[in-house]
């Protein structure tokens, strides 16, 4: 029989989000604060512990499974891990979202672990500007990952593109232009405000992202063929790719919000953007068992917030970064 998780609001639940790692070997300015501190090596999951939360989760409902972290990529183990999972009796998509620096020489192995497809998260074209947005200069291993999971088949690859009035807004119509010819989906995202350093003038909203593509490019807008959660997603007449916008911040889409997380230290979190997290790991590793973890979700979903409040509440107020949530 198959089982369906709802949650308090009657929200579907069947999205999984697992960070498996909190480090990560870049420092993008939007997501990592100055004072980053690491959880230690013994609180982190171990693989097993995370397939055992996969398996148990899937036979209640989950049906689509991400990979985030951190950075995933800077886990040892990764290809045989996703083996682990991605055979799970019930488990419909498994995805994972990286940063691309090792993904040239990891995407074959991911394939062929079982891995679908993959975002990478990328915002510039320019080797210079990566390095002042992510504080390291490996722009040309990341569009090298890029290619190399177009030519080992995960599919499709799709890009994150955090769009930043004054940073990188110069390039949208260039990002767009990767659509016409190879079958990228090109994802911009809204700025949201999730450290210190966040500054409302580099806001810039998906309307104002639309305007800008469309006073050079038509959108006809699509329903979207892979699994685009909360993008409303176009596509350039003519072109192979597919562009998806992403409004967190300008409009919400809490009320059709599918998902929860998992934090690489073992919490259940219910929403992103709120502090409210279900403790897994203690009961794991005290022998509580898939009973208990049932239990857990079902109270996590019981908890589930009805939206998030970052237009109202600085975000800066949840004790975890992106970095270690996964986003
Ligand atoms: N290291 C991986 C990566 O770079 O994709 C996975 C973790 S990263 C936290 C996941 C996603 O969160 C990335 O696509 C990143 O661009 C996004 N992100 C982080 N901080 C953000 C912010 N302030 N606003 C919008 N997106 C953000």
Known sequence: MIKILKDSYGRTIDYLRISITDHCNLRCVYCVTDNVTWVPHEEILRFEEIATIVRTFVKEGIRKVRITGGEPLMRKGL??????????????????????????????????????????SLDTFKPERYKIITGRDLFKQVWQGIQTAR??????????????????????????RLTMDEPYVIRFIEY????????????????KIRQRIESVY?????????????????????????????????NHFCGTCNRIRLTADGHLRPCLFSDLEIDLKTSLRNGGGKA??????????????LQHHLNTVSATKCHRGMWSIGG
């Open 151 to 176: 030519e080992v088949g995960l599919f499709p690859v799709k890009i994150n593109v955090v769009a930043m009035k004054g940073v990188n807004d110069d390039e949208l119509l260039d990002f767009v």
């Open 79 to 120: 290809p045989e891990f996703i083996s682990q999972i991605s055979t799970t009796e019930g488990l419909e998509d498994l995805s994972l979202t990286t940063n691309g620096v090792f993904l040239h020489p990891l995407a074959r192995d991911l394939k062929e672990a079982g891995l679908k497809r993959i975002n990478v």
């Open 218 to 250: 038509p959108l006809v807008p699509i329903e979207g063929t892979h699994n685009n959660g909360p993008a409303r997603v176009f596509r350039v007449p003519g072109s192979k790719g597919e562009i998806g916008l992403i409004s967190p911040l300008s």
């Open 292 to 305: 208990a973890l049932r239990q857990l979700l079902d109270r996590a979903l019981k908890l589930k917030p």
């Open 192 to 207: 949201m405000p999730v450290n210190e350093k966040w500054n409302e003038e580099s806001f810039l909203s998906v309307k």
